[in-house]
């Protein structure tokens, strides 16, 4: 499998059986994993959905409408003068909506059950009885088709303005011919959309698995770099214990040279208390650079231990560190022997 868990012909290749099992599958189950049947009431339920939901939509849009033109005719006629019959027209229709409003708020529909309490033991007949009279319902409604039909031609209007701001100019022929195909517009740019989305979506979980397989990558190369610092460590460390017992060697050279300097000049002088004393003194000094000098010996000794088991390279260092240890060796009996002979 490839590390975008996506299946690949030459995976489908190195698993027959599980291409003839995808295969018997596909028989029975769509690409979501549901059974063709499923799928089938799956789609009716959805087709009946939208069906009840563009219902909804429609009569909720008109009751709006409605509802919006009583309230300018009451922001109207507190602001301006209104005649008679505006007056009973926009009295019979919010009647008419409060009517019908209270009438679907206690008769809700067949989905709820038959047994549910009354809202104050009201029922819809009841609330029905209070329509306005027929004959200013028969008035009213030729005004409100023509009323209906203008508030919502300015309404698609409005929509086409905020969908295509340059038609502001054009003519109302042109825009009619718009507004006739603005649906079928609108339909494409909802399942372009869509479409964007989905790829969209595609693409954020393609980058979430290319950034986890780049991740994986880095990490392993992260782990590789540390190996090579590690080596290249080792290596250094190797060549800076042999500069150190360079200088240890050549350290302790010096000491024994000083040694013999002092066991000259001691042959050369008389022996009073004095001299004595500061030849004691310059013993101890010397004893205690000597001992310096032992540590920092025995210090080097366990680090090049420590790297004996990285090969044969290391052998001419415990050749030198051997020579080392016989001239620290002389260099203490030079030392002891000075000692007796200041006594």
Not at 66 to 91: A, G, I, P
Not at 297 to 306: C, E, G, N, P, V
Not at 315 to 343: G, M
């Amino acid at each position: 499998m490839t590390c975008t868990n996506k299946l690949t012909e030459e995976d489908l290749a190195q698993n027959p059986m599980f291409c003839r099992l995808l295969s018997s599958l596909s028989q029975h189950v769509d690409h979501t994993g549901l059974s063709l049947a499923l799928r089938r009431e799956q789609e009716k339920a959805e087709q009946e959905l939208r069906v009840q939901r563009l219902g909804w939509l429609r009569s909720e849009s008109l009751f709006q409408l409605l509802r919006e033109m009583v309230q300018q005719h009451c922001v109207r006629k507190h602001h301006s003068s209104t005649s008679v019959d505006d007056d009973k027209f926009y009295e019979t229709l919010e009647r008419c909506l409060l009517v019908a409003q209270c009438a679907r708020q206690l008769d809700p529909g067949s989905t709820v059950g038959q047994d549910q309490p009354q809202l104050l033991g009201l029922s819809a007949k009841h609330v029905l009885g209070q329509m306005p009279p027929e004959q200013d319902v028969r008035c009213m409604k030729p005004w409100l088709l023509v009323e209906l039909e203008k508030r919502l031609k300015e309404k698609c209007l409005a929509i086409l303005s905020y969908h295509q701001p340059d038609c502001e100019n054009e003519s109302e022929g042109l825009k009619s011919l718009k507004l006739s195909r603005l649906p079928e517009t609108l339909e494409n740019e909802r399942k372009r959309a869509e479409s964007l989305r989905e790829k969209h979506q595609e693409s954020a979980a393609l980058l979430q698995r290319q950034t986890h397989c780049y991740l994986s990558e880095l990490l392993s190369c992260v782990h590789l770099l540390q190996s090579i610092v590690l080596d290249h460590r080792l290596k250094a460390q190797k060549e800076l214990d042999e500069k150190k017992v360079e200088y240890l060697d050549t350290k302790c050279q010096i000491i024994i040279r000083k040694i013999r300097v002092e066991m000259l000049e001691l042959q050369l002088v008389t022996y009073t208390p004095d001299t004595i004393a500061a030849h004691r003194k310059m013993r101890d000094v010397l004893d205690r650079e000597l001992g310096a000098a032992q540590v920092e010996k025995q210090s080097s000794q366990s680090m090049l231990s420590s790297f004996q088991m990285l090969g044969q390279d290391f052998e001419a260092l415990v050749d030198e560190y051997t020579c080392l240890r016989h001239k620290i060796d002389n260099k203490s009996w030079a030392l002891k022997e000075f000692s007796q002979h200041s006594h």
